[in-house]
């Protein structure tokens, strides 16, 4: 159980176009998730933290017109990279919390390799 | 600033042999401490987590021991297997901020035949 899918697994994309990630909870109905960004031999680094039905809490210094997030589901959460640049380039990967009283574990996604051209 | 501090950041260890990866933190209100481990190019997955109420919990291979008065826990794979080669990330997290994870900077670990 609490399986967590990401689409697409990677991704090409020209610099200036937008990209969208989905992140996906199989067997649970996940309240809250969390997107993150881990550059190569890098630890992960939380961007974001996603409520469904609720507006998404940005970290310090992620901006959040150019990464766009929406939780319109209890299944459901998509980033969209706008106006993407290579620098955007890295491993993005969600994850996603039970909704169980007390309960602490996050459950990550396979990752969305990215790659601005 | 790190939250979680996280040594080493390389290891080599012999088939068989114990691995054993460090983590410390400052913020007492952290109350649950998980690792993950991270093969290259996938997600991080579960391996163990431990709560501040005991000092040390075992699963399978793996053992989490968890010293509260030095804020310092530890992560030891015995009879490391080549195919635990990966990287180990520790995190601690606290109820009041939404369950967000701090991550330590990770550590690769290589177990060799």
């Known amino acids: 159980g609490a399986v967590v899918s990401q689409h697409p697994s990677w991704v090409i994309c020209k610099s200036g176009t937008s990209v969208k990630i989905e992140c996906r909870s199989l067997?649970?109905?996940?309240?809250?998730m969390f997107w993150y960004r881990q550059f190569p031999k890098q630890s992960l680094m939380l961007m974001a933290t996603s409520n469904e039905g609720s507006k998404a809490t940005y970290e310090q210094g992620v901006e959040k017109d150019k990464f766009l997030i929406n939780h319109a589901s209890l299944t459901l959460s998509t980033l969209t990279v706008t106006s993407a640049h290579p620098e955007d380039s890295s491993f993005y990967i969600c994850?996603?919390?039970?909704?169980?009283?007390?309960?602490?574990?996050?459950?990550f996604g396979p990752g969305t390799r990215l790659t601005v051209t | 600033q790190q939250q979680v501090k996280q040594s080493p950041q390389s290891l080599i260890v012999q088939k068989g042999g114990i691995s054993i990866i460090n983590c410390a933190y400052e913020?007492?209100?952290?109350?649950?401490f998980p690792w993950y481990q991270q093969f290259p190019g996938k997600g991080p997955a579960l391996l163990i987590a431990?709560?501040?109420?005991?000092s040390e919990k075992k699963e399978g291979r793996f053992t989490i021991s968890f010293n509260k008065s030095a804020k310092q826990f530890s992560l030891h794979i015995m009879d490391s297997q080549p195919g635990d080669s990966a990287t180990y990330f520790c995190?601690?997290?606290?109820?009041?901020?939404?369950?967000?994870?701090?991550f330590g900077t990770g550590t690769s670990l290589t177990v060799i035949p």
């Open positions: 431990i709560r501040p109420d005991v």
């Open positions: 913020n007492t209100a952290f109350d649950y």
């Open positions: 995190a601690a997290s606290r109820k009041d901020t939404g369950n967000q994870f701090y």
């Open positions: 994850s996603a919390s039970l909704p169980k009283p007390g309960s602490y574990e996050q459950y």
């Open positions: 067997d649970f109905q996940a309240t809250t």
